[in-house]
């Protein structure tokens, strides 16, 4: 067995049974083995869910850092984030309250977006705060990305929410070549970039004063 097919499976049996189900046993049944047989290839738990964060944040690209201005850079890199964490949603519920510690590739994902944050003027300070804050919004939207379509159809209500109802039909029959749930990601996105973009400008004008 090799790394690359226990964690390709893990995330696949992953997907089947949820994070509740995820047992060692169980990724070891999908492999046709006894669960000793993991640990001699991948060590414990905690090292096959930091190799399943490694696989996932792997498609995460940052290779617009120091490239391209702060504002496209981190858009390519959210989403690019999102559509990782999207393919993997069962994902985000398991390892978002785990440490990453283990998990060498994903803390150089991040200090590849740490060195681009600071490189453009953002003071260390606010660095992993303001990180922390588009992840946590880049995830809630991978979610979203597979929630279903009829999410927030109000049914047999909709004559007591006419104006929800009114603006859900307007969405809906509005032209528009990605999904409602693109849409929005990219609607929010936009406005914190925007928002994040204005507050390092002005961060970066202060620090160059003084």
Sequence with gaps: MS??????????????TGPDGFTMNALAAELGVKTP?????LGGKSDILAGMREYISDRIDTSAFGV???SEAVTVWARSYR??????????????????????RTLTMYEAVSRGFRDSGWPEALIINTVVALEN???GSALDAVAPPDMLEPGDFAEEVPVFAAGLRARDQAP?????????FELGLAAIVTGMEATRAVLT??????
């Design 137 to 139: 919004y880049i995830l």
């Design 176 to 184: 528009n070549s990605i999904s409602p749930a693109d849409q929005a």
């Design 83 to 104: 559509r990782a964490f999207a393919a993997h949603p069962h994902a985000i519920a398991l390892l978002a309250t785990l440490p990453i510690t283990g998990a060498r």
């Design 68 to 70: 391209q201005p702060w």
């Design 205 to 210: 004008q202060a620090s160059r004063q003084h």
């Design 37 to 41: 047989a993991l640990y001699h290839h």
């Design 3 to 16: 790394r690359e097919l226990i964690l390709t499976t893990a995330l696949r049996v992953l997907k089947r």
